[in-house]
């Protein structure tokens, strides 16, 4: 059974291109409404079901946050296959920095993952807000695996990097 997220009331949730723009327990500045650092944010749920939902090669899609689990659970694929290689914490966090440096397709551009799961932005605006979105939550996601693939003394932790083998939903990670 999939995990879904349990963000599923959208009510006065601003949305570009169909994707909700959930608050962040975050310090990266961008368009996301701060969050409580008590509560779990859909980065939290992201990282807590990775390990589960990446078995999966099926996804029925129950509330827009779904959709945002589903980019988040394969740029967590991306990120950790790009950590694979790194046997210390300086090395993943220097790979990670230059994953979060690349550039964010949104829906309808070259590179988008997932063409269809979010539509075509109505508008420059709009497609910029889910952009500058996608690339706080990246930079966010980022910082928090860092601190799951890596143990305090900063080695590895194989039990995170050995999903990096995974696909997700037949997805190869870039």
Not at 96 to 104: F, K, M, Q, R, S
Not at 116 to 130: D, I, T, V, Y
Request: net charge positive; hydrophobic share 40%; aromatic share 10%.
């Amino acid at each position: 059974m999939v995990y879904h997220s349990t963000f599923v009331d959208d009510e006065g949730i601003t949305k570009a291109c169909g994707c909700p723009l959930l608050p962040l327990k975050s310090h990266i500045r961008g368009p996301a409404p701060v969050s409580d650092q008590a509560t779990t944010d859909i980065i939290d749920e992201a990282i807590t079901f990775f390990r589960a939902n990446v078995f999966f090669k099926n996804f029925d899609i129950q509330s827009p946050a779904d959709k945002l689990l589903i980019y988040l659970t394969f740029y967590i694929n991306v990120a950790l296959k790009r950590l694979e290689g790194c046997r210390t914490l300086a090395e993943g966090t220097k790979a990670v920095i230059n994953l979060g440096l690349e550039d964010v397709p949104v829906p309808g551009e070259s590179g988008f993952p997932f063409p269809g799961l979010f539509p075509l932005p109505g508008s420059k605006q709009e497609g910029e807000l889910l952009r500058n979105y996608l690339k706080q939550i990246r930079e966010e996601t980022s910082g928090r695996l860092l601190s799951v693939a890596y143990r305090p003394n900063g080695t590895p932790n194989k039990w995170w990097l050995a999903f990096a083998k995974r696909k997700f939903i037949n997805t190869i990670a870039i």
